[in-house]
Nanobody
Framework: QVQLVESGGGLVQPGGSLRLSCAASGSIFSIHNMGWYRQAPGKQRELVAAITSGGDTNYADSVKGRFTISRGNAKNTVYLQMNSLKPEDTAVYYC??????????????WGQGTQVTVSS
């Protein structure tokens, strides 16, 4: 199986920054697309940012110019640099990856989430 583990969440003041990390492990042959979703209280989960294996990126309009998604050199990691944070960014952030495993083909996997709270 494949496991995704997020880290880097926490409590920050408005205007502050956080860097989220996600590492995939397990029976991985290759990883195609990776991304970050978030879910705020009382709201549906939404796509924040995505990145392909080739480095093409896509962002939600609400975070463009403030957030940056990137892949690690080993290609089994993904990061989300969050700057100029706003209270509206408060949510649980989830990492996702499209993974080709050694034995089972291509499937989507999700991390357990990390809490980001923006408050003064």
């Amino acid at each position: 199986q494949v496991q995704l583990v997020e880290s880097g969440g926490g409590l920050v003041q408005p205007g502050g920054s956080l860097r989220l990390s996600c590492a995939a492990s397990g029976s991985i042959f290759s990883i195609h697309n990776m991304g970050w979703y978030r879910q705020a209280p009382g709201k549906q989960r939404e796509l924040v940012a995505a990145i392909t294996s080739g480095g093409d990126t896509n962002y939600a309009d609400s975070v463009k110019g403030r957030f940056t998604i990137s892949r690690g050199n080993a290609k089994n990691t993904v990061y989300l640099q969050m700057n100029s944070l706003k209270p509206e960014d408060t949510a649980v952030y989830y990492c996702t990856a499209e993974v080709r495993t050694l034995y089972e083909g291509v499937n989507d996997y999700w991390g357990q989430g990390t809490q980001v709270t923006v408050s003064s």
